[in-house]
């Protein structure tokens, strides 16, 4: 599978991602999945100035992704994918799209309601809920911001 | 263009707010170093921090702080959740201005202009920065 790294991360494409996971997995292209980000060219364009040299970016809706899944998931070019909130990616997952899939969780941030799990993820009841759905569509869930960052599973996450 | 005198702006001119927004403790840092060197306080600069913030709340933040008046946002790089934000946060009238790439030399001439037209300060201060990166000659 070309996808590299399954990731979840309010700011999509930053730092941590194109720079930490990028110069550890070298990825060609940056999938970002978002129904809203996908009608949008200018915020599309803002994201763009972010991408290191020599990568490109597609940004889908959650079905585009899931009706070109086996073309996007082949062999080439490696790819990181990118959703900005848990329930996006839980309904990628629906349906057995990511059974094989190990999902990152980089940076859910603090919002009204929502409880400090680690240092860059907060989640409310209705987080919890999607985390459990999420966890049981997948391989595997977990938490780690950044490569070198000790990973902490979504049993952990979930207390 | 104003003389740098450093002292209060004059009655009439609304001055100029600069925010420093960067990763971590940068921006506290450098907004730190200037007020001790330049003697400004907060009227002048702000820091505001990216840690454990999502993309919604550093714009909520970000549009708190430079208030309804005109305002220059000094970033840490050019690209990423900080320069996204100021970016967005810049998307809507004329009032505000994105320098990325923020060093001191840059912040301490921003602090002594803040009443120039923000037309003319802003390439003014991206020109300082770059004229501050200097490299020592060879001890040899």
């Known amino acids: ?71 996007l998931s082949g062999d080439e070019p490696a790819t990181v994918l990118l959703t900005r909130d848990l329930a996006t990616m839980a309904r990628l997952a629906r349906g057995g799209t990511l059974t094989e899939a190990r999902v990152n969780i980089g940076g859910i941030h603090h919002s009204p309601g929502r409880e400090q799990v680690l240092g860059y993820v907060y989640l409310d009841d209705d987080d919890r809920e999607i985390l459990r759905g999420l966890a049981d569509s997948v391989e595997a869930v977990f938490a780690q911001d950044l490569p070198a960052s000790p990973r902490v599973s979504a049993t952990q996450l979930l207390g | 263009m104003s003389e740098g005198t450093g002292e209060a702006p004059s009655e ?29 306080g907060e009227e002048a600069l702000v820091a505001l921090s990216n840690e454990g913030k999502g993309p919604d709340q550093i714009l909520r933040e970000l549009s708190d702080v430079c208030g309804d008046g005109p305002a220059v946002i000094f970033t840490d790089l050019f690209t990423g959740s900080c320069a996204l934000s100021a970016r ?34 802003v390439p003014r201060l991206v020109e300082k920065g770059r004229e501050a990166v200097q490299s020592a000659p060879s001890a040899g």
Request: proline share 4%; charged share 25%.
């Open chain 1, 1 to 71: 599978m070309s996808i590299v790294l399954f990731r979840i991360d309010e700011r999509l494409v930053h730092g941590q991602v194109v720079i930490g996971w990028g110069n550890h997995l070298k990825p060609k292209r940056y999938l970002v999945v978002d129904d809203e980000l996908a009608a949008s060219e200018w915020e599309q364009e803002l994201y763009l100035l972010g991408l290191p040299e020599g990568t490109e970016a597609l940004f889908l809706t959650v079905a585009e992704t899931v009706g070109r899944f086996e073309e």
């Open chain 2, 12 to 40: 009439g001119v609304r001055p100029i707010r600069g925010v420093v927004l960067a990763h971590g403790t940068m921006a506290q840092g450098m907004v730190d170093a200037i007020h001790r060197i330049a003697g400004v």
């Open chain 2, 88 to 121: 967005k946060a810049c998307i809507q009238g004329d009032r505000r201005r994105v320098v990325f790439g923020a060093n001191l030399p840059m912040l301490l001439d921003f602090v002594f202009h803040r009443e120039d037209p923000l037309d003319e300060l």
